[in-house]
């Protein structure tokens, strides 16, 4: 009789990432694009690394003194510590309070893992998890999986071709009290001064748990302190919180995992204790984070010539991501492709909705070869001097040759 | 009315790691000692880097066609292939059947969530975990969070000074039917061929399900393939199991989570299936695992010269720590200290058992400021040239001035 197998009843299990990646590789078509990667790319369609990046890392590699001891489970505390004045600013009146910190993790999967299971066990007020963002997030199966009742929103307004202030906060008016909050990718949602505080009062009298995204810090507006401006209300407010903040994207460190789950609470003794509580976990996910991503980051971030270095390298970045977006929109415009592609650059960020219909996205990747997500969010950074023509042009024939009902086209702004 | 913080029923977590190391650190006296590192050290008390491992790092460094995107959630393939390599031999059948296969996890902690997070799934008759190894494992704490109830076992005889084959198989006739069995650091438990046949119908017959943990192959005789020959016995014989394997120490690479979750199963379709659940399961842990360690490692291993060069190294490691035991037996055994302390040179690997009692291992720390964990299985390569005389007497003086009861000297081979 031949054995059976332990793992008899194992099923396999359904790919969560990389279906449309996949689709795109299988591909022959010469002028295939992909529009969908999650990293930013340079004009030659490689992943951007900051040039400072390249250089510390040689640095790093020649210096026969560095020590590759096992890092404490809670991190390297020079790389949490510039992280944090990083997300906070260098005189924040929170950091010298003592009352913020953050525990070193495996990438920003790794800080919605750990902020996930602490929550679940010390939160138990919070039932439901919410998250809201421009996408649905990727991080949903993590509070799922954790046992939180989970809702995603996205607030792209398909008619209004915009992030709506008003979705958001209807959002947070109808989720369950005493749910966590995700407050994802929302930096392209323009609340006006009455709409934050509106928004903040609800957090504040449904008790809600806000759990911030903070994936690319710099990449919005090319300055690291404005990206971050609405984060410095909810610490300003007394709020207590949770922040995941990634530092692959601006620096170009995609492979290195490097996160950070940072923590605001009242006071330091409160903070004290939920880092140790944290730490107990992370000492059972992996009990030593990786450190040569943080090493190459402490070392730009606390040297102020490599420092200044990266700054112009972020500049640089977001202006040739403005200047994609505004050829985009020129392209489109000379082709006189109905409606309107303001909202293209109105758009901050290296993704950002094209505002096509689900049939003029099919159309893309059936007719064109051109992989785009369903929701018509692209990475920007994936168009180049090469293929700006060739995507443009099949923009502008999947908007003739399909119905635009589903996007309900707003009036050009100049007919 | 001051605010009620939301983390106010959260405790301070009790520290788990590092209380010795700490009690160590605090202490002034100027030849303080600490023998308990997880990590190789060079004669000069730093922690062991391969030498071919800087060489691989700043190769790395300069090399500017490396791509650093995310890896996938199984991690870097040809990482996983070498390391499969390294522990089946490159001529495996069950590599050549493709019933083996890995997941790319962060160190050897990430390997075990990533293992116990699947098991309590896809194996419900395992209610149990039970970890026999030469110490009480530090995996524990994994499981149990789990939902597993958790035995752990030493199979130290502290009267016969050595590991009992007698003791690791009355183990297992008794633990729990269908248990997962972590079999840990037992290399030095000398089983004979029978009493392998005897240990591995006993699994069977009971369906234990094995999860080998392989913490530092070669480090034990500096032959990479006799390190891991036990674990053939069971590839042979068909069984399914899990395994750790960590590359941290063995390379010199401590702070970058080189692990892998080995996974052999009974066929290639049962392995898809598991490793899809695992990948699963990284995807909600780290999503990407860290990729620099894994790229200078696997550098080595599939290159001929670079993997001579570190097996090389390799011997020259082990050698040392052979001569380092040998000079702390020789030193006693001049000293006249009662006893005998063949078991020192008897155990291989850089852990090893002093044989004191908690009363000599109490007088050590106290009285001669040398710090050694409770069990007395310290890292013998933190003995050095320049502490080795100041250990080695104190460890006389320990014996003299205490009771031995404890630990029931047997009587020295030669009086």
Known sequence: MPRLSVFIDVILAQKLEGGLLNIYKQDDYPHKVFLAYRVC???EGHPWVSFVVHKTRLHIAQDPSLNYEYLPTKGMKSFIQASLELLFGKHSQAIVENRVGGVHTV???GAFQLGA???KTWHRDAQAACIISSQKEPHGFIFQDMGFKVYEYCIWDTKKLCLDPNMLLDVVENIPHGSILVIGDIFN????QSQWTKLMSTIKSKQLFPFFDIPCQGLYTGDLEEDTIFLQYFVAQGFEFFCSQSLSKNFGIYDEGVGILVVAALDNQHLLCVLSQLMNCAQALWLNPPATGARIITSILCNPVLLGEW?????????NIMLIKEKVKEKLRLLRTPGSWNHITEQMG?????????????YLIRKKHIYIPRTSRINFTCINTHNVDYITQSINEAVLFTSGAERGFPKADKP
């Open 311 to 319: 700054k112009q390298n972020l500049k640089r970045l977001v202006e």
């Open 107 to 109: 990438g920003d999967s």
């Open 189 to 192: 949602c323009k609340l006006t």
């Open 350 to 362: 290296t993704h950002a909705y094209l505002g096509l219909s689900h049939q003029q996205v099919e």
């Open 41 to 43: 790319m340079t004009n």
């Open 117 to 119: 299971q602490f929550l």
